[in-house]
C-alpha cells in the first residue's frame, strides 16, 4: 500500500464522509479527515458565486501543509476550498474532487465522476459504481435471511401511497420464507418506517442505526439475496460491492430520469445486478478486478505528475 498523505475535506455529511474515506482508502494506508465550515452567506450561493476564499471558510484557516499532500474532497461546499489549497500550497497539493465540481473544472489535478455523468476530459475518471467506506465480512452471511434497502424521497421521486403499500407488501410476502432486514436511509419517508415497525412479524427486522457504517456492512453482508430500491445510486453500488446478488427494485417508473436509466442498465450488462422479480435466486458478484483497474488508474494519475513521483511504491 502507498503511503500518501491523504487529507479529506468535505462538510461531513455521512454520505460524503462515505465516499471521500473510500477513495482515500484505495489508495493510501491512512488519511486524516477534516470538516469544513462554510460561513452561512456563503452556503446558500451556487457554487459558481462561492468565493475562491480563505474568508468564505469559519476554519480553512487552521489546514497547514507541510509535504507534499492529495487532497480530497466532496460536496458543493468543498469545491471551492480545494482550489484554494491547491492555489496556496501549489505542488504540494494534488487535489482531487468527487464528483462534477461544476466548477473551474481545470483547477483540479483529477475529478472522478459517475460514468453516466458523461465528463469526459483529461483530468477525469468515470466509475460504474459510488465510492464507498463500508467493509464487508462474508463469514456472517446467513442463506435465510434478505436484506431490503429503502432510499427516500429526492427531486425525481416521492414515494407517494402507493409505494409505500407496494413495499409494504412485498417485505411482508418475502418474510413468510425469509428473514427481512429493512434498511431504510436518512431520506425514507417517517411514515413508511412507522408503518413497517408496526408490523407484528418475527422475520422482521428494521436497521435503525443509519450512521453506523460498521453494523450497516455487517448487516449487508449477513444477506443471501439484496433488494434495493433504484432511487439511491449509492446504496446499489454499496449492495452490489457486497459481493452478495443485488436485485433493484422498481416503482415509480414514469419518474426515472435518463441519467439513472444509464446506469442501471450498465449495471445489468455487467452482470453486476437483476431487476427484482418475485423469482429470487442467490446469486454472487466479484468485483475485483473493477476495483484493481480504478486503483491502477487513479494511482497511474497521481504518479504521472512529476512533484509525486518521490512517492513511488
Known sequence: MNNFNILTISEGAAGMRSQIEGLAKIISSSHINFDLKIKPFFSKLPIQLIPTSQFTYENLSEIKIDNNTIVISCGKKSVKASIYLKKKF???????????????RSKFDLIICPEHDKLNSPNSISTQLALHNIEFNKILKNEDTINFIIGGKNKYFNFHNETQLKIINEITRLTKNYKVNVIPSRRTPSELINKILKIKNNNLFIFEELFNPKKYGDLLSSGSI????????????????????TYIYKFEEDKL????????????????????????????????SYNDELRTKILNKIKSNLWFQNYAS
Open 257 to 288: 430520469p435518463k441519467r439513472y436509466s444509464i446506469f442501471l442498465q450498465n449495471l445489468i450488462n455487467s452482470n453486476y445486478a437483476k431487476f427484482f422479480d418475485e423469482m429470487l435466486h442467490p446469486f454472487e458478484v466479484n468485483i475485483q
Open 90 to 104: 501549489n505542488q504540494k497539493v494534488f487535489n482531487i474532487h468527487i464528483q462534477d465540481p461544476k466548477s473551474q
Open 226 to 245: 439484496q433488494i434495493v430500491t433504484w432511487d439511491s445510486i449509492s446504496m446499489i453500488s454499496e449492495s452490489i460491492s457486497s459481493g452478495t446478488g
